[in-house]
């Protein structure tokens, strides 16, 4: 299995940038595509990107299209959420997840992700 842990979130003013980082340990990361969700208070969680094992397969939910970039740096076994224009309604907890189906690249369901992390709170003040 693979152990997830989550850096990078904060508080930021509205507009501004935020990097979140997801260092894995355990088995070979490179096996793993990878998501970012989030879940903001009363909310379910939802997808914001998702890259495959490789890196060159990357999903974005719509509403982070332009703003969020997904990567991947399987030599550090890291992966990266570049969040800018960052909005107050970006305010959530923050996690990253592995999915163990190298033939699955990307997907945006929940429910395929084998780990989590344990989540990194990012606030978005106005």
């Known amino acids: 299995q693979v152990q997830l842990v989550e850096s990078g979130g904060g508080l930021v003013q509205a507009g501004g940038s935020l990097r979140l980082s997801c260092a894995a340990s355990g088995r070979a990361f490179s096996n793993y595509n990878m998501g970012w969700f989030r879940q903001a208070p009363g909310k379910e969680r939802e997808i914001l990107a998702a890259?495959?094992?490789?890196?060159?397969?990357?999903n974005y939910a719509d509403f982070v299209k332009g703003r969020f970039t997904i990567s991947r740096d399987n030599a550090e076994n890291t992966v990266y959420l570049q969040m800018n224009s960052l909005k107050p309604e970006d305010t959530a907890v923050y996690y990253c997840?592995?999915?163990?189906?190298?033939?699955?690249?990307?997907?945006?369901?929940?429910?395929?992700?084998?780990?989590w992390g344990q989540g990194t709170q990012v606030t978005v003040s106005s």
């Open positions: 997840a592995a999915d163990g189906d190298r033939l699955r690249p990307a997907t945006p369901f929940l429910q395929e992700y084998d780990y």
């Open positions: 890259i495959n094992w490789s890196g060159s397969i990357k």
